[in-house]
């Protein structure tokens, strides 16, 4: 059976999220763990470049073959719209990089490729649910824990 590894984002307005996981069979393996911050000194269209710069090398450096961005709900009360333009130029690089599969992701799709009820989607990203397998889960930010979600659910596209 192949290692797979796969990459996991979550973006806020100044920051972006990531996780890259790998996966052999069941046995899922947290390779990195960190978040890019947009550079306050830039104006917007080079903070956009520097984060599609920034995570094309990391997606090159550890090899990233699956990816899954997990975006704004589509009936959130307060839309960010730096967060959206941060999250569009993210596909984009998904789309002209060496990732093989990737999906946009939202409560729903990630639930599912999870394997748990979107119900469920929450609980996990609060932490007030251990995901399985995975150790210190609560000490985790909530956007981690999302990336994580988002990262081990691309293993299964």
Known sequence: M???????????PTSVY???IS???????????????????????EQ??????TLGDIINEF???????????????????????????IQELFA???IEKYFIGQISNISTKLGI????FKPYADGEIEFP???????LKIEQRESIMAAISAINI
């Open 2 to 12: 192949d290692q797979i590894k796969s990459i996991g984002i979550r973006v806020t």
């Open 18 to 20: 990531f996780s890259i």
């Open 23 to 45: 996966a052999k069979g069941k046995e899922i393996e947290i390779i990195a763990l960190d978040i890019v911050k947009c550079p306050k000194s830039m104006e917007i269209p």
């Open 48 to 53: 956009l470049k520097f984060v599609r710069n």
């Open 63 to 89: 090899k990233v073959k699956n990816a899954c961005i997990r975006v704004t709900e589509s009936n959130a009360r307060k839309i960010s719209i730096h967060r959206i333009y941060i999250e569009g130029v």
């Open 96 to 98: 002209s990089s060496t």
């Open 117 to 120: 009820k979107r119900n469920e």
């Open 133 to 139: 397998g995975l150790e210190n889960w609560g000490n």
